[in-house]
């Protein structure tokens, strides 16, 4: 300040004054951790800057209330590690308060902060981007912060922009803005209108703004406390409403000795932190006339003011205009762009002006700690009636982005919005994507912050209550948390009616792998592998057994590959999982699955070629090598899309949470999943799409001959699939949720799909004789027809009623034979026909050359002919289809797969 003039020896005391003064203001709070011990409770510790630290930080209750149940405080994106909290098991989104910046909208703030946290496990922050930490009620230090903005509806916006998710930003950012007084009524209307804002309830207290004055100036100056009063002589209120002075302008412009040396108002001069306050340790406050107040000479009789200490303009004040407009020359002299002051301005000029017992008058509010401070004092706020509210006025009243114009035309606003302020509720304003992200959350991860603070309300009796806990505890930042958490403690069943039904949620961790049912999987799971095993090695030693050769004893080998990586699989099915046992599941029941019923597919579909074939008298000629090159093919195909699965969103160990049926317990499993679900959609579509190729493949060929192929046993094992995986379809839609009885199931029901398959396909063909191919084919010559079977069984079926019709049949074949011979009689004429076809030649032949002919009785003669056809006609069938799959199943075991020859010539009579 070079305008100013001290003198060198006065500037060196100053200087020496201001350092012994910081000395003694900057001494310790503490030495140890006992001092602080002492003063605060247990909790508190002597921090390395020799002040306490904040005994609640790790939790309000657990220090006030210690019951079991009042443990530490949960976590919050404050904290860096668990020393002072816990993390919290149920998975809800942060929230985030503004404090706003004056002290009972801080007790809002910590009261939802408090509530939320160590009731229903919610994060929460306070405040606003950098200063968010330091505002928390769980703060290290005992500090009481006030945030930089009153109202921060572009934190709120930013909110919306992103979701909810304030953690994505360094930018203020909230959810919550818990005061907000009806000055801003027209601001949040349109907020409210843009989308921004979901709901504007009461918060239960009753708002009182206006112009108040202590009550020694209201004794002493009555005309005061109305408008009519104050608008009658601008000369006497310039000269009773002083301008309060700075304890530097103090010291540089009114002290005789520049504060060299103490005097009644200040004890020395100021430290640099100091200069601009109004009231202090070490300075009591001045009010002095200043130009503005100088009434003297015609150019200033007109302008001359009294003052009034204004309010920031992001306040709901209306103080400019409500002055002007009623002609009250009063006029605030602050250094904000409406000349309006600081809150702990504020609170300091209404301490200097109660010190020194000077007047003044200062617009504020109610309720307040200054009020509760000075209530029944001679300082008490007393109010000063300006004309009576209405709702013409309440509409004409300026915006809040007029009120803080810089031009000052724009902020007096409209003569008819100058009444009174008229109490009323005050509201809360909560961000639309508090709302959206709750109503998006799943039932299990449903967060009660959205409910509790919709519902969330205190009266003014209740807040006074904190008020008078926090003055009378010398108004600190300990005095704070001590009266919010002690009011806390003492209206817990008042809180709990705020929270929403189901709530407090009861968690729960379920790891049943050790119990027995899990056990009994792994032994079931471990039977079907073994199983898988000891059948492949029974295969191996009979492959040349006739019974597999003709079931390709090949397709066999492929078919126990696949069951034995299905097996594998579900032995991990019965174990807990980790990412590698994760990915491994899906790997081995989709290639398993893949190798075992592709070939099936394939053998059936053969098979339903070869009766296709043999009804047209074809041949059919399977290519083995095009056969393996299919399956080749198509468990390439599963295995690209397995290798791109677990590339991009592998299978991993993921916590799932289940809401048990009391819809207030919370279940927490450790199951597979990936991020996405349709990898594993997909995977169940590939399984459902084999087997159900496999089930109409096996339906298809429900009614071929046993005799020539295994049609009933490989429909069985498809059928069985087929039921398996329907129930493991099932299984997954019911326990989606329930991991944990997810995979045991599919344990059991894979191991169990694995006993059955193989009993049923495998169990009979190791159980039968080893005969070699070719005795099989020794004993199959000479052997009665299928057909001729089937047509003595027809009539041996005919009915009693007719008893002229009967028959009998004998048979007779060599090895070398190659003609067949029937004998038919008629009863009613006492004669016998005998027909006989021969392979050389189509010419009948006489009985007498057959060893035992073969002789029916018929009643007539059309009978004997429709028989002969009808015999005629199966044979040649049976002969073609038995010749068909002889080269193909034979040959291909035999030979390698070159044609057998055959006597065959067209008429049926080759292999018998």
Avoid at 99 to 125: C, G, K, Y
Avoid at 813 to 829: K, R, T
């Amino acid at each position: 300040h070079e305008h100013y003039r001290i003198p060198a020896m006065s500037k060196v005391l100053v200087v020496l004054i201001g350092i012994l003064h910081f000395v003694a203001s900057a001494s310790a709070e503490c030495l140890t951790d006992t001092d602080c011990m002492e003063g605060y409770g247990a909790g508190s510790t002597c921090l390395p800057s020799g002040q306490c630290s904040n005994p609640f930080i790790d939790g309000c209750l657990k220090r006030i209330d210690p019951k079991p149940e009042h443990s530490k405080r949960h976590c919050n994106s404050d904290d860096t590690d668990e020393t002072n909290c816990r993390v919290s098991p149920f998975n809800y989104p942060e929230i985030r308060v503004h404090n706003q910046n004056w002290v009972v909208a801080i007790f809002f703030s910590w009261i939802i902060q408090v509530s939320l946290m160590e009731l229903l496990d919610v994060p929460v922050t306070i405040g606003l981007g950098d200063d968010s930490m330091k505002s928390s009620f769980y703060y290290i230090e005992n500090a009481m912060p006030y945030s930089k903005s009153s109202y921060a509806w572009d934190a709120l916006q930013k909110a919306n922009e992103l979701g909810g998710n304030c953690l994505l930003t360094d930018e203020d950012c909230a959810h919550v803005i818990p005061d907000v007084w009806l000055g801003q009524q027209k601001k949040y209307d349109q907020e409210y209108a843009d989308g921004q804002l979901d709901y504007l309830g009461g918060n239960g207290q009753v708002g009182k703004v206006g112009w108040y004055i202590p009550k020694f100036t209201a004794r002493r100056h009555p005309f005061s406390i109305t408008h009519m009063g104050l608008s009658q002589d601008r000369h006497r209120l310039a000269e009773v409403f002083k301008r309060p002075t700075t304890w530097a302008d103090y010291c540089h412009e009114v002290s005789a000795s520049n504060c060299s040396s103490p005097d009644e108002v200040a004890a020395s001069y100021p430290l640099e932190a100091n200069m601009g306050k109004y009231f202090g340790d070490g300075f009591i406050g001045h009010f002095r006339a200043t130009e503005e107040n100088n009434c003297t000479g015609a150019a200033n009789n007109d302008t001359c003011t009294g003052h009034i200490v204004g309010a920031p303009c992001s306040w709901s004040t209306f103080l400019e205009s409500q002055a002007y407009w009623n002609n009250i020359a009063l006029a605030s002299s602050g250094n904000l762009v409406n000349r309006g002051y600081t809150y702990s301005e504020m609170i300091q000029i209404w301490n200097a002006a109660n010190a020194t017992k000077s007047d003044v008058m200062m617009w504020w509010y109610e309720p307040d700690a200054l009020l509760e401070q000075y209530k029944s004092s001679d300082a008490e706020f007393t109010k000063v009636y300006l004309p009576s509210p209405s709702l013409q006025c309440l509409e004409a009243r300026a915006a809040p982005d007029d009120r803080c114009d810089t031009n000052p035309i724009v902020r007096l606003g409209d003569e008819d919005g100058s009444c009174d302020n008229h109490p009323h509720v005050t509201k809360k304003a909560i961000a639309r994507s508090l709302r959206d992200s709750a109503l998006m959350e799943s039932a299990e991860d449903q967060s009660p912050a959205y409910s509790f603070i919709r519902n969330f309300a205190i009266d003014d009796l209740e807040i006074s209550t904190i008020l008078q806990h926090f003055v009378a505890n010398g108004g600190t930042g300990y005095a704070a948390r001590e009266a919010v958490c002690a009011w806390i403690a003492n209206n817990t069943d008042a809180l709990q009616s705020f929270i929403p039904p189901n709530h407090p949620r009861v968690f729960q961790s379920r790891d049943d792998n050790g119990e027995a049912v899990s056990v009994v999987a792994r032994f079931v799971a471990g039977l079907a592998l073994v199983y898988v095993l000891v059948s492949s090695a029974i295969t191996f030693k009979k492959r040349k057994a006739a019974v597999f050769v003709y079931s390709q004893v090949q397709f066999i080998f492929v078919v126990l590959f696949g069951l034995f990586l299905v097996a594998i699989g579900a032995v991990l099915y019965a174990f807990e999982p980790n990412d590698t046992i994760c990915m491994l599941r899906v790997w081995l029941v989709s290639l398993g699955y893949t190798f075992e019923l592709v070939p099936l597919i394939i053998k059936v579909t053969a098979l339903n070629r070869v009766m296709s074939a043999s009804r047209r008298m074809r041949r059919v000629k399977i290519n083995l090598t095009q056969l393996y090159s299919s399956v080749l093919a198509l468990s390439g195909i599963v295995a690209v899309y397995l290798i791109v699965w677990t590339a991009v969103d592998p299978s991993k160990v993921t916590e799932v949470v289940r809401l048990e049926d009391d819809s207030v317990t919370i279940t927490s499993q450790y199951g597979c999943r990936s991020e996405s679900g349709y990898w594993r959609t997909a995977f169940n579509l590939w399984d459902g799409i084999l087997v159900l190729w496999c089930s109409t493949l096996a339906f298809q060929s429900r009614n071929t001959k046993e005799e020539f192929n295994e049609s009933k046993s490989l429909g069985m094992m498809i059928y069985s699939h087929f039921v398996f995986s329907i129930l493991r379809m099932i299984v997954s839609e019911i326990f989606e949720e329930d991991v944990y009885t997810n995979s045991l199931a599919n344990s059991y029901l894979l191991s169990l799909d694995i006993i059955v398959g193989v009993t049923v396909y495998l169990l009979p063909k190791m159980v039968m004789p080893s005969h070699s191919v070719r005795s099989v084919k020794k004993l199959q010559t000479g052997t009665l027809s299928t057909a001729t079977r089937e047509m003595e069984e027809e009539t041996k079926r005919t009915p009693s009623s007719m008893p002229s019709y009967h028959s009998t049949f004998s048979t007779h074949s060599q090895e070398n034979s190659n003609s067949n011979h029937f004998s038919v009689e008629d009863s009613s004429e006492s004669s016998v026909h005998h027909w006989t076809k021969s392979c050389d030649s189509d010419k009948p032949i006489s009985s007498s050359s057959l060893a035992g002919p073969r002789k029916v009785k018929f009643k007539t003669d059309v009978d004997n002919n429709e028989l002969q056809e009808k015999l005629m006609q199966k044979d040649k069938e049976l002969e073609a289809l038995k010749l068909v799959v002889r080269e193909m199943v034979v040959g291909s075991a035999l030979g390698g797969g070159e044609d057998n020859k055959s006597s065959d010539n067209g008429s049926g009579c080759g292999h018998t």
